[in-house]
């Protein structure tokens, strides 16, 4: 008789832990969507921060002093919080991250256009115009480009200490795009 209620209790306990994963997964699912929403040049994304509205993205060509070919996006950047911001693509940093023939490439330098100088900080409700540059491979040739777009979100009483904070990133769009060889 013993042994007949260890089997079930054994049992009914794994059962309910089947039902808890699988109830998981689901909420999981829902909360962190595994394929982003897919934008075009023109269209607004929320970061949690920031919204960023890509404008258009261009090969500059090598300098003649030397520098390797770099790619230029330009972006409109929001601050959507009530303060100024000096993370504006959260911290750690997750600016847009571009990929090359499945291979990511470093993170971009962001210049302000208004004045060619490195965004310190963005102020609240201030929408500005940035470049993002990324230096690309020597040998790589003009073609298809994906960027992904990632959101931070904002708790305002996280559980560990009860206070507002802005916790992990999650993918919020994706782009898809091509470039042709101008020469």
């Not at 059962?15 to 269209?43: C, M, N, S, T, Y």
């Not at 931070?152 to 990133?169: P, R, V």
Request: glycine fraction near 4%; charged fraction near 20%; proline fraction near 11%.
């Amino acid at each position: 008789m013993l042994r007949r209620l260890r089997v079930r209790l054994v049992t009914s306990a794994g059962v309910a832990a089947a039902l808890l994963f699988g109830l998981w997964l689901k909420v999981e699912d829902a909360r962190a969507p595994k394929d982003p929403p897919l934008i075009v040049p023109g269209q607004s994304v929320d970061l949690g921060r920031v919204e960023l509205t890509p404008l258009s993205l261009i090969l500059a060509p090598p300098a003649q002093d030397g520098q390797p070919a770099r790619l230029l996006m330009q972006v409109r950047l929001l601050n959507l919080t009530g303060e100024s911001q000096t993370a504006v693509f959260g911290f750690p940093p997750h600016p847009p991250e571009l990929t090359i023939n499945d291979v990511a490439l470093p993170e971009p330098e962001v210049i302000l256009d208004r004045d060619d100088a490195p965004l310190t900080q963005l102020h609240p409700r201030l929408a500005e115009q940035v470049t993002l540059i990324w230096q690309v491979p020597p040998d790589w040739q003009p073609g298809p480009l994906a960027l992904m777009f990632h959101r931070q979100t904002f708790k305002l009483k996280d559980n560990l200490y009860g206070q507002s904070s802005w916790l992990q990133f999650q993918p919020a769009a994706r782009m898809a795009l091509t470039l042709e060889d101008s020469s």
